[in-house]
Every structure is written in C-alpha cells, then in structure tokens.
T-cell receptor, first 113, second 115 residues
Framework: DTEVTQTPKHLVMGMTNKKSLKCEQH?????MYWYKQKAKKPPELMFV???????INESVPSRFSPECPNSSLLNLHLHALQPEDSALYLC????????????FGSGTQLSVL | GENVEQHPSTLSVQEGDSAVIKCTYS??????FPWYKQELGKGPQLIID?????GEKKDQRIAVTLNKTAKHFSLHITETQPEDSAVYFC??????????????FGAGTQVVVTP
C-alpha cells in the first residue's frame, strides 16, 4: 500500500463551524506533513510531525490545530476559519531517513463561506 | 532564502514531441532537486529527483539535468503522451539540515499534450 488517503475530498464550512480533516497512511512512514495549496500555486508547508510529535509549525494561525494520534493518522482541526483559508489541503508522508521523498494524498478541497 | 524560478508557465506540445521545463535557483547550498507532477484533482506526485553530486538522471521518457555552476536544472519529457498533461513543479531543498518538507517550489508549468 503506497497510498496516502485523505477524507473528506470536499468540505464546505461556515466561519463559525468546527471541522476536521483526516489523513491516513500504512507505509510505515514516521513523518507526516500538512500543506496548503491555493489555486494555480505550489504547495506551502504548514506542519511537520516526526515520530508523532510536532516538529515544525510554519507560523500557522491557531485556528488550524494539527493532531497526530498514532503513526498512521494525522488530523487537522479547523475552527473559526476565514474565507481566505479556502484552499486544497494536502497531507504527505515520508520516512524519517529519506524525508525529502514525499508521498502526497489527493487533498481536501476546502471552501469557507 | 532560496528562490526558484520556473519557465515556461504554460507549455503546449503535440503528442510525440518533446517538452522541456527549466528552473533556476539562488541558494548555492541547495543540494536536492525534485520534480512533482500534479494531475487535476490529485496531489503532487514525485516523478524524478536529482542530487547536487549528479549531473543527469533518466527514468524511461523523463530526464533531469543539473548545472550547479549556473544554478539551473531542467526536466525533459520525450515522446509526450496525453497522460503527460498536468502541472509540473520543480523544487529545491537543502537535505541534511532541518529541511523537513521545506521545499522552495517553482510556480509550476501547465503542460498540455494535444493528440
């Protein structure tokens, strides 16, 4: 299994809603990542987890809250988002030793109304 | 910090022809250069990569060349097929430091292969 699975594929939420994005991989990767991608732009790194611990937070607003409950799962909790947060949210994973080789999921297309 | 420029922004080719995408980088410390392909509705997929101690790498119809002196690297796709239509991103990174996922991506090239 070489897939990174993200759910849901599409999400529409209001600015007062709380929602969560989920990511799962079964490749034994111990590094997992969240990226944000606006239309026609490259991905931007948000968070990195290594061995289930947050190792990098790229100055992301606190309305985005990541969680890594185990080595296969990665969540992104969303609360009080703004319309400008609408984007494709990508999860990726890698081994720790070859952390430059990322495996991306297909993403969750988020619309904030 | 690192800055990566990618050209062209769009590229239309006839099926069977070759496609070339070029990137330049600014940080001489960069030592790893991946290329990602992103099809519509999907996440980026690593298609080929090259490290700074190698000048060229080939994998079937795709190849990447690196000129460290000039700080540029290129993706070459030969015998293009309709399934090569996608957005291609180049990137640069400094592996071996705390580079975790910190790629400087180019702006992307939309490749359209017409039958």
């Amino acid at each position: 299994d070489t897939e990174v699975t993200q759910t849901p594929k599409h999400l529409v939420m209001g600015m007062t809603n709380k929602k969560s994005l989920k990511c799962e991989q079964h490749m034994g990767h111990r590094a997992m990542y969240w990226y944000k991608q606006k239309a026609k732009k490259p991905p931007e790194l948000m968070f990195v987890y290594s061995y289930e611990k947050l190792s990098i937070n790229e100055s992301v607003p606190s309305r985005f809250s990541p969680e890594c409950p185990n080595s296969s799962l990665l969540n992104l909790h969303l609360h009080a988002l703004q319309p400008e947060d609408s984007a494709l949210y990508l999860c990726a994973s890698s081994t720790v030793s070859t952390n430059e080789k990322l495996f991306f999921g297909s993403g969750t297309q988020l619309s904030v109304l | 910090g690192e800055n990566v420029e990618q050209h062209p922004s769009t590229l239309s080719v006839q099926e069977g022809d070759s496609a070339v995408i070029k990137c330049t980088y600014s940080d001489s410390a960069s030592n790893y250069f991946p290329w990602y392909k992103q099809e519509l509705g999907k996440g980026p997929q690593l298609i080929i990569d090259i490290r700074s101690n190698v000048g060229e790498k080939k994998d079937q119809r795709i190849a990447v060349t690196l000129n460290k002196t000039a700080k540029h690297f290129s993706l070459h796709i030969t015998e293009t097929q309709p399934e090569d239509s996608a957005v291609y991103f180049c990137a640069a990174s400094t592996v071996g430091t705390d580079s975790w996922g910190k790629f400087q991506f180019g702006a992307g090239t939309q490749v359209v292969v017409t039958p």
